[in-house]
């Protein structure tokens, strides 16, 4: 990692910064030391984990299906076209983006190949996961619920199907040190599964959730909730939308009963592309019906953060 980058970083006990000296991190009082290990800052102290976020890093450490995304790319695309709407990524020089709980980085992966100048840092708490992010990313084993990134720093957060996998007090400690990563004017955003579509709810109760959930105590988000919560972290919605995406064929057939779920999903997406978004809007809709939730297996929320003087 280039060490003008290492400035960044802070304490997640403290928040105080981090300088680097000897291939480590260290608080300016040394007390705080955080080693460097084949190119990933590891920010994160597995000792004092709880006992939920112990679970997940165990989880994720041990996936069976790797190097593959959930969707195809239409989806990134789809997403990155709708954040140019909003102006996001018209900072050009130096934009910087943070993926929270970004596993092996497909998200960050894409917005590099759009912005190659763009500056990515995908953390996550598995170090095994990280391992397989591409070296033309930052890599930083930590918790999102605690300190990173110092104040005012990140152009764009990111929760790309991250947030669900934690429990309500970590997700509200996730949005905060987010927002206050991020300067003013700044963006996050969260793609995750929405808790409102009817027949996630029966396959959360039903034996086949084994075959498509790798971690048993996930939740899918309910965004209403997300965006009061944001609002208390001076983030601002800006859009909410509701979509059946397009799944990676080579994601889904690593699972059982494949062809099953390849269907289902596919049947989903095209009903969204061909009728629900004809009805009731698509992302790119000016107008767009919110009951769409109860259709859809995604959600994503847009936020900014709201300039001092502004609201």
Request: aromatic content about 16%; overall charge positive; hydrophobic content about 40%.
């Amino acid at each position: 990692m280039n060490n003008n980058l290492f400035s960044c970083f802070v304490s997640p006990k403290t928040g105080i910064p981090l300088h680097e000296m000897d291939g480590k991190l260290i608080t300016p009082d040394g007390k705080g030391i955080f080693i460097i290990k084949y190119g990933v800052v590891c920010l994160l102290d597995i000792y004092s984990l709880g006992e939920v976020a112990w679970h997940e890093m165990k989880v994720f450490d041990n996936l069976a299906i790797q190097n593959v995304s959930y969707f195809r790319e239409r989806l990134f695309d789809d997403v990155v076209k709708i954040l140019r709407m909003f102006k996001v990524f018209d900072r050009k020089e130096n934009f910087i983006v943070a993926e929270m709980g970004g596993g092996e980085g497909h998200w960050g992966k894409f917005v590099k190949k759009e912005f190659p100048d763009a500056i990515i840092y995908i953390s996550d708490l598995s170090f095994k996961t990280l391992e397989r992010v591409p070296e033309n990313l930052y890599r930083v084993c930590a918790d999102i619920s605690q300190p990173i990134f110092k104040k005012d720093f990140i152009d764009l957060v990111s929760f790309w199907v991250s947030l669900h996998h934690l429990e309500k007090e970590a997700m509200v400690n996730a949005i905060k040190e987010a927002s206050k990563s991020l300067h003013e004017g700044g963006f996050l955003i969260a793609f995750e599964p929405n808790k409102d579509f009817w027949l996630r709810k029966i396959m959360y109760r039903s034996p086949f959730s084994r075959d498509v959930y790798f971690d048993d105590k996930e939740k899918a988000i309910d965004f209403k909730e997300l965006s009061d919560i944001a609002r208390t972290f001076d983030l601002l919605e800006l859009g909410r939308y509701f979509l059946n995406p397009p799944y990676n064929t080579n994601f889904i057939r690593e699972l059982k009963r494949w062809k099953i779920y390849l269907f289902i999903v596919e049947i989903l997406y095209r009903l969204d592309v061909w009728l629900l978004s004809k009805i009731m809007g698509n992302i790119f809709s000016i107008k767009k019906q919110n009951y769409k939730k109860y259709f859809t297996l995604y959600g994503l929320a847009i936020y900014k953060k709201v300039e001092k003087g502004k609201t």
